[in-house]
């Protein structure tokens, strides 16, 4: 059902197909796109600001260069929306009933001109000199283009990528699209002097890039698509590395996304009359909790401080910061910068609380082993979107269970409820003994009571007591726990035990003793990888018993855009077939 048959789009297969059009065609050209972006993310959710803003760049190198034999490498990849209309996937924006073949990250497997699945910052610089070192050893020739925001020069390989690139002596072109956004406001002194360089058009002596002995070169008006084809023209086959400083607008073409472009980053999908999200507003939130919280802390005269990287919209941070600004830090898209200053901070005697989205926080990974865990520093961190993903392959949260659960000296605790969260937060924030990580259900907001507000030794929570099956239910997992227990009793006239464990690094060795007692059978379930996660602790603790231990979440692999549906019957996560698998094995004991 292509809603424009009359579009221009239509007649692009590929990039070659822009070759013989008029700039008058091309503007044309994006104009449709910029409305098919609005379009496809009005409906399903999407990128918003980084597509509309980056429009004329791409148009302009797909103009120029010859994909895929010239390659382009997008940072995060979340503005490749109009490249993946140029080539061949533009179905997947002209027709709604297409929205879902094609992701809003690089993917190779749509396309030969996409080259690497990207969905994080500050990549693109460090792959296009590994890509130019591989084309220099086989003797090849072809332009390298890595797109890189500057947000995401905030990130620590970014400036990997630049320092190394330096020392290139072939081709290698490097678009920084500055944009004067990162995902919220940019943080840092880098950012001054991207200011500067705008102000002077390129002319000042405070230059970065020069710094680090790259040539430069400053294009203050990217939206311009006849300045971008030419800049491009003139730099193709260029015989050494070269930085295009090149100014955008986020957002461009749409009034709204420019005035917010925070809002507008991404957005769920929404009424492009009105504005308005299509779900309605939660009326209370895990996050507007904590943050109430935090705010009772620092008024009762905790030194506490709020960090984030970067996403303070995703937390409700914002309003923290309005009340105690010199309590918040945004330390840019910088994970690692996140984590080693808590630390730092704890070690200061002020009380971090660090927020991270799973999926960005493997990017810390070496910080929490050798920053955190290692100097067992009272930081606590909350950890939202540690979920079993529907969305992109490269935006997984169900890792972290197996990551953080490895660390020594880290208490990982996974509340049921927002009271239980509130509690485990107030606990963490008390005591000086170890880093706290809380995981931040991401279910919609369930009520029940804490059952206990010290949490330096785990007290499961036997909410029924039953016996042949225990269900330990992990966090946001709970209602399901509860399901099956409901429907154990009702199809096989099972009085199921029902146990929220609290915390998937510690275990309560006494009732875990003691289910052997009235137990032939304990089920875990937990939302995230099964390996390295919950359930195998569980499972080793029962391993020289006899009672046998049944592990339910996600297998080791990346699911990429699988509805959360479909995924729970690929993962055996229905309460029907949980409790066929149960029925399966006390058959055979």
Known sequence: MNLHPDYLLNEINEPQDLKGLSLAQLQQLAGEMRQLVLERDSAIGGHIGPNLGIMEVTLAFHYVFDS?????????????????????????????????????????????????????????????????????MRHKHENLVAVIGDGSLSGGLAFEGLNNAAKLKSNLIIVVNDNQNSIAKNQGGLYAGLAELRRTKGQSENNLFKFMGLDYRFVANGNDLAAMISTFQEVKDIDHPIVLHVVTQKGAGYAPAIAEPERYHWRPAFDLTTGENKQPAVKESYSAAVVDELIRQVEDGIPVAAITAAIPGVFDLHRFEQRFPDHYFDVGIAEQMAVSSAVAMAQGGI??????????????????????????????????????????????????????????????????????????????????????????????????????????????????????????????????????????????????????????????????????????????????????????????????????????????????????????EWYHLTPEQIIDDIERVLHTM
């Open 351 to 568: 009380r971090p609380v660090v927020f991270q989205n799973s999926t960005f926080l493997q990017r810390a990974f070496d910080q929490l082993v050798h920053d955190m865990a290692l100097n067992d520093l009272p930081v606590v961190m909350i950890v939202r979107n540690g979920t079993i993903a529907s969305g992109s392959a490269t935006h997984q949260g169900s890792f972290d269970i197996s990551y953080i659960s490895s660390l020594p000296n880290v208490e990982y605790l996974a509340p049921t409820s927002v009271e239980e969260m509130i509690s485990m937060l107030r606990w963490a924030i008390k005591q000086t003994e170890t880093p706290v990580v809380i995981r931040q259900p991401e279910k919609p907001l369930l009520h029940r009571p804490a059952t206990q507000d010290d949490y330096s030794m785990i007290d499961y929570e036997i909410a029924h007591q039953g016996s042949e099956v225990a269900i330990m239910a992990v966090g946001d997992f709970w209602t399901l726990g509860e399901e099956v227990v409901a429907q154990l009793k009702r199809k096989l006239n099972i009085d199921a035990s029902l146990i929220n464990p609290k915390s998937v690094t510690n275990i309560d060795r006494e009732d875990l003793h003691y289910l052997q007692e009235r137990h032939d059978l304990v089920v875990t379930l937990e939302d995230g990888n099964l390996s390295g996660g919950f359930g195998e602790m569980i499972d080793r603790y029962f391993g020289a018993t006899n009672i046998k231990v049944l592990n339910f979440g996600a297998p080791r692999e990346f699911a990429d855009n699988v509805p959360a549906d479909v995924l729970a």
């Open 68 to 136: 895929p034999h010239d390659k382009v490498i997008w940072d995060v990849s979340h503005q490749s929306y109009p490249h993946k209309m140029l080539t061949g996937r533009k179905l997947g924006f002209l027709d709604p009933d297409h929205y879902g073949d094609v992701t809003g990250y690089t993917a190779p497997e749509e396309s030969d001109h996409d080259f690497f699945e990207i969905g994080h910052t500050s990549t693109s610089i460090a792959l296009a000199v590994g890509m130019a070192q591989a084309r220099d």
